[in-house]
């Protein structure tokens, strides 16, 4: 049986890509508010995964699903400083950008993997999410590389 934490888990990776997914779509498109409220819904899921990573501490869940959800922690907090706080412009820089896409697929797999060790269909369906989430990735880049040929 899932457990409720497990279905806020499953949730919020759900949320995760979709934000993801409308973060890509929005760049291309050139909306600067509708990233940033995008962006306030994924560090949003830090309230979220915060009570599902107290209640893995408290039952005693096995270290890998506990370490999974402190590097999808690592990558919201580098994401609240980069972008909210400090305000650097880091994906200028392939120095500062590579590790940061790192990070990011980092958190990806780990909702992947976590939720597929909560349920197979669950995962499969947090899964199908990443792939739509490369594809619009794609979507982004072909619409910035042709913006680049215009000017």
């Known amino acids: ?68 959800i402190i590097v999808i922690f690592i990558y919201l907090i580098v994401e609240l400083l980069l972008d909210f706080i400090l305000k650097i412009e880091f994906r200028d820089k392939t120095s500062t950008h590579v590790p940061y896409i790192i990070l990011e697929y980092a958190a990806c797999f780990a909702f992947i993997y976590n939720t597929l060790a909560i349920n197979e269909t669950l995962g499969w369906i947090v899964s199908i999410c990443f792939w739509v989430m490369l594809a619009t990735l794609i979507y982004y880049i072909i619409t910035k590389k042709k913006r680049e040929k215009k000017l």
């Open 1 to 68: 049986m899932i457990s409720t934490y497990d279905w806020i888990f499953f949730g919020s990776g759900v949320i995760f890509f979709i934000s993801i997914i409308g973060i890509f779509i929005s760049a291309a498109r050139e909306n600067e508010k509708l990233l940033r409220r995008i962006g306030v819904i994924i560090i949003s899921l830090l309230i979220p995964l915060i009570v599902v990573f107290i209640h893995y501490l408290v039952i005693g869940q096995e270290l890998r699903r506990v370490i999974y």
